[in-house]
């Protein structure tokens, strides 16, 4: 049997996390991995339980990883909550909780990094430069050490699942990759760990990546394909907003992120904007009408 909610265990070292997940395996289970930077909320809680629906045994990650942040980015203060997480993720159904400190995952002298290619380089990597790197490494690190039968990403950061996948495929990790899909406010938001920072007049602001995610998707669903014009459909919900500043909207391949010039139906519409001192990304899938 799994081990349940109340038996859930804390450890913050590569042997003990290895110890646990290789006594569930060495008794036939199968192993469901959620890597996370914490701060949680619903859609971290949603991936439990998809990982849950696959797996036997779910294992957390929670590390903010300082190779994927740089150097003008929020690493500092981005939220950190370890208590109230460790009791969500437990109340979730998380078997196993994994929080390393920083030096029990990067030993010094450390030399190896993943390095994502040339297809992060657009959207998050080119106003992000070297994230993508530290996003595989760190995740590289973190499946070697659960070595999970699969582990489960959130749509919401859609380039890092694709990246991720791409990852598992060319390195071979005997493993599997599921993406959830977006879970929302009532009123459309993507929740974000990053939303607390956001002031009340941003909130409302914020909800722009939403709108023109919308009518993106409501250009696609009248029969608009070309590329151009629907994302002239969601870029004009920007131009009633300037406090809200969008750095891009594009339609693309959900897989590869590349641009397309004709939308099909399983196509991607990707957004991200700045609100006041906070970033914040979303996308949709076309067709499929996935913002409830």
């Not at 897989?255 to 099909?264: C, N, R």
């Amino acid at each position: 049997m799994p081990i349940t909610a109340t038996r859930a265990q804390r450890v913050e070292t590569i042997a003990d996390v290895r110890a646990l997940v290789g006594k569930a395996r060495g008794e036939g289970q199968r192993i469901g991995f959620v890597p996370t930077m914490g701060a949680l909320h619903r859609g971290h809680l949603s991936l439990v339980d998809r990982a849950r629906r696959e797996a036997d045994v779910v294992v957390m990650s929670i590390f903010v990883n300082p190779l994927q942040f740089g150097p003008t980015e929020d690493f500092s203060r981005y939220p950190r909550s370890i208590e109230a997480d460790s009791r969500n993720a437990a109340d979730a159904g998380v078997d196993i909780l994994f929080t390393p400190p920083p030096r029990e995952m990067y030993r010094e002298g450390r030399i190896t990094t993943v390095n994502a290619g040339e297809s992060a380089k657009r959207w998050e990597g080119e106003i992000r430069p070297g994230h993508f790197d530290g996003v595989l490494t760190v995740v590289a690190k973190l499946f070697n050490i659960v070595q999970p039968d699969v582990a489960v990403f959130g749509r919401k950061d859609l380039q890092q699942a694709s990246l991720v996948r791409a990852m598992v495929r060319d390195l071979d990790f005997p493993m599997s990759v599921v993406v959830a899909p977006t879970i929302r406010e009532d009123d459309g938001l993507a929740l974000s760990s990053r939303n607390i920072y956001l002031s009340a007049d941003d909130r409302l602001r914020a909800l722009t990546l939403a709108r023109s995610l919308r009518a993106a998707s409501a250009a696609f669903d009248s029969g608009e394909r070309d590329a151009r014009r629907i994302e002239e459909e969601g870029r004009r919900m920007f131009a009633a907003v300037p406090a809200a500043r969008l750095e891009y909207f594009a339609v693309v391949n959900a897989d590869s992120l590349e641009p397309v010039t004709e939308a099909a139906r399983g196509s991607a519409a990707i957004v991200a904007a700045r609100l006041g001192s906070t970033r914040l990304i979303d996308n949709i899938i076309l067709g499929e009408n996935d913002q409830n």
